[in-house]
T-cell receptor
Framework: KAGVTQTPRYLIKTRGQQVTLSCSPISGHRSVSWYQQTPGQGLQFLFEYFSETQRNKGNFPGRFSGRQFSNSRSEMNVSTLELGDSALYLC???????????FGQGTRLTVV | GQNIDQPTEMTATEGAIVQINCTYQ??????LFWYQQHAGEAPTFLSYNVLDGLEEKGRFSSFLSRSKGYSYLLLKELQMKDSASYLCAVRDSVANQGGKLIFGQGTELSVKP
């Protein structure tokens, strides 16, 4: 069974640009959550999607958005990038959201 | 508020046993997770406790006491490859409503020969 797949693995963007990250969950999993990991703040919850609907949201500005497709794949978008958005972005896949959660390899975003 | 506390660093000897503690205060609770994260890599799932008691999985065991807001991860027969950061996380939600994971800052474990 394939694990959680995130693309791309690495990304370098310039301040002010926007970026889209992709996450394909484990087959059959319907919940996808996104997290930001930085050395100073650790792992912080961005949002969760279940059956194409945002079910939970963390405390991030509106520049961070996401969506989920009917095949449960999810995308995360960050607009007007700031230097502080440089981080490892992780998505976690879960069957329904209330069971074990498994992480993808992450996308390392560097904003210059 | 939401708070998860775990020691910042621990050191142990190869072949020994180490216990990493985690205490939590969250507005909701629907499970506690332990993850292992090697430098530069994604977190790897180790265990999930939703009921009180001990869950054993090979060299790793995890314990939960919901009344005390306390968990620990026990690693036996330590190996050099166990050197990593260990993350404690609580799912803050009611059942069947999904929810977010709130993470502690992680415990950096160094295993010495």
């Amino acid at each position: 069974k394939a694990g959680v797949t995130q693309t791309p693995r690495y990304l370098i963007k310039t301040r002010g640009q926007q970026v889209t990250l992709s996450c394909s969950p484990i087959s059959g999993h319907r919940s996808v959550s996104w997290y930001q990991q930085t050395p100073g703040q650790g792992l912080q919850f961005l949002f969760e999607y279940f059956s194409e609907t945002q079910r939970n949201k963390g405390n991030f500005p509106g520049r961070f958005s996401g969506r989920q497709f009917s095949n449960s794949r999810s995308e995360m978008n960050v607009s007007t990038l700031e230097l502080g958005d440089s981080a490892l972005y992780l998505c976690a896949s879960s069957l329904r959201g209330n069971t074990e959660a498994f992480f993808g390899q992450g996308t390392r975003l560097t904003v210059v | 508020g939401q708070n998860i506390d775990q020691p910042t660093e621990m050191t142990a000897t190869e072949g020994a046993i180490v216990q990493i503690n985690c205490t939590y205060q969250t507005s909701g609770f629907n499970g506690l997770f332990w993850y292992q994260q090697h430098a530069g890599e994604a977190p790897t799932f180790l265990s999930y406790n939703v009921l009180d008691g001990l869950e054993e999985k090979g060299r790793f065991s995890s314990f939960l006491s919901r009344s005390k807001g306390y968990s620990y991860l026990l690693l036996k027969e330590l190996q050099m490859k166990d050197s990593a950061s260990y993350l404690c996380a609580v799912r803050d939600s009611v059942a069947n409503q999904g929810g977010k994971l709130i993470f502690g800052q992680g415990t950096e474990l160094s295993v010495k020969p």
